[in-house]
């Protein structure tokens, strides 16, 4: 079946450091790919998404390239702030969209 | 405001005592799931739903049913809860099931099987 993996946290930054969190996947087909957040206490919100191959998803300075030849979606920002602290999940989204796969979470936390 | 409300937020409860945990969006979504978040393990489906009267079997579907007889509401049912199914629970709906839709989260059941 399909497989979402993500560098496992957490991960501790200094404020306005180089962010990359790594997420690699398994499935057939053409799989549409997500980064979502969770912030302390809420549901998860959608940070951005590609549907097919060298797509680029951004928001709020971050970004992740859809990469096939690789199967990976790597997030990534540029300067990090104290209010990105969460925790990212990785997640693709079958052929059909009937299934959603998540990867296991990476926890971030920024330090002023 | 476009929302998915959950409730109860949390619950405590015994082995074996029935629960029904309510899921109702107002989005007019077809799409509606249900996950469990366990540490490590990331959200895995339970149970998802294409539309009123279709629902189908995700990844963890053992001790769990669900129903789908208004497309606004999706309730998760624990006939006989155990201890392994404490967890966060996650309803979450979209417009469609098409591979680029983007899933809408409600806020999550925290629930404790005693």
């Known amino acids: 079946g399909d497989s979402v993996t993500q560098m496992e946290g957490p991960v501790t930054l200094s404020e306005e450091a180089f962010l990359t969190i790594n997420c690699t996947y398994t499935?057939?087909?053409?799989?549409?790919l997500f980064w979502y957040v969770q912030y302390p206490g809420e549901g998860l919100q959608l940070l951005l998404k590609?549907?097919?191959?060298?797509d680029k998803g951004s928001n709020k300075g971050f970004e992740a390239t859809y990469r096939k030849e690789t199967t990976s979606f790597h997030l990534e920002k540029g300067s990090v702030q104290v209010s990105d602290s969460a925790v990212y999940f990785c997640?693709?989204?079958?052929?059909?969209?009937?299934?959603?796969?998540f990867g296991g979470g990476t926890r971030l936390m920024v330090k002023p | 405001e476009a929302q998915v409300t959950q409730n109860p937020r949390y619950l405590i409860t015994v082995t074996g005592k029935k629960l029904t945990v309510t899921c109702s969006q107002n989005m007019n979504h077809e799409y509606m799931s249900w996950y469990r978040q366990d540490p490590g393990l990331g959200l895995r489906q339970i149970y998802y739903?294409?539309?009123?009267?279709?629902?189908d079997k995700g990844d963890v579907p053992e001790g769990y049913k669900v129903s789908r007889k208004e497309k606004r509401n999706f309730p998760l049912i624990l006939e006989s809860p155990s201890p392994n199914q404490t967890s966060l629970y996650f309803c979450a709906s979209s417009n469609g099931g098409g591979r680029g839709e983007t899933q809408y989260f409600g806020p999550g059941t925290r629930l404790l099987v005693l």
């Open positions: 590609a549907t097919k191959a060298d």
């Open positions: 499935a057939t087909g053409y799989p549409s």
């Open positions: 997640a693709l989204r079958d052929n059909a969209g009937n299934m959603l796969t």
């Open positions: 739903s294409m539309n009123v009267e279709v629902t």
